[in-house]
T-cell receptor, first 117, second 112 residues
């Protein structure tokens, strides 16, 4: 089974520039999450999609961050304009509702490491 | 408030030694608890998943325990190897299992 695919793996940009990340979840997974993980901390949820609808975006800095999942499959996360404090690893995860007990499908991608200089 | 606390924050051990990492949580109602290993610059990889009725689950040299009454879990690593150097993250999910609460992780460094 293919895992959660993310690209790019690394990105270096200057502050005030724009950047976009892409995520392709595991086939059939209805739920998709974007997390921001700052060095030395646990992942922080930015946005959660159920199919193409937003379930939770309470911690998404909406003045500069946006995300979409138009067809309920892959998703993009955009930052515009970037700030120095946006330097982090951006993780995508997906999950399948109705997984049989003990076999939850929640899986992470390898992440995109963003450095803002 | 749903929270997950891990200790210690960091740990250094010699290769071949055992170690135990702790996770305390207040997430309710509880559904499951997961331990993940995260190598630097990589996404977290699942080690174990435990539900309310499970007390112990092993994955090779990794053994997780769960006490749902005291809301505590531990991850025991036996005969550590250099490749065990990573961050270990505890993740707890309430009964609506599409929500996940993360600990800040324990950074383990195994030295030769």
């Amino acid at each position: 089974e293919a895992g959660v695919a993310q690209s790019p793996r690394y990105k270096i940009i200057e502050k005030r520039q724009s950047v976009a990340f892409w995520c392709n979840p595991i086939s059939g997974h209805a739920t998709l999450y974007w997390y921001q993980q700052i060095l030395g901390q646990g992942p922080k949820l930015l946005i959660q999609f159920q199919n193409n609808g937003v379930v939770d975006d309470s911690q998404l800095p909406k003045d500069r961050f946006s995300a979409e999942r138009l067809k309920g499959v892959d998703s993009t996360l955009k930052i515009q304009p970037a700030k120095l404090e946006d330097s982090a690893v951006y993780l995508c995860a997906s999950n399948s509702l109705g997984s049989r007990l003990g076999d939850y499908g929640y899986t992470f991608g390898s992440g995109t490491r963003l450095t803002v200089v | 408030k749903n929270q997950v606390e891990q200790s210690p924050q960091s740990l250094i051990i010699l290769e071949g030694k055992n170690c135990t990492l702790q996770c305390n949580y207040t997430v309710s109602p509880f559904s499951n608890l997961r331990w993940y290993k995260q190598d630097t610059g990589r996404g977290p990889v699942s080690l174990t998943i435990m539900t309310f009725s499970e007390n112990t689950k092993s994955n090779g040299r990794y053994t997780a325990t769960l006490d749902a009454d005291t809301k505590q879990s531990s991850l025991h690593i036996t005969a550590s190897q250099l490749s065990d150097s990573a961050s270990y993250i505890c993740v707890v999910s309430p009964y609506n299992f599409n929500k996940f609460y993360f600990g800040s992780g324990t950074k383990l460094n195994v030295k030769p």
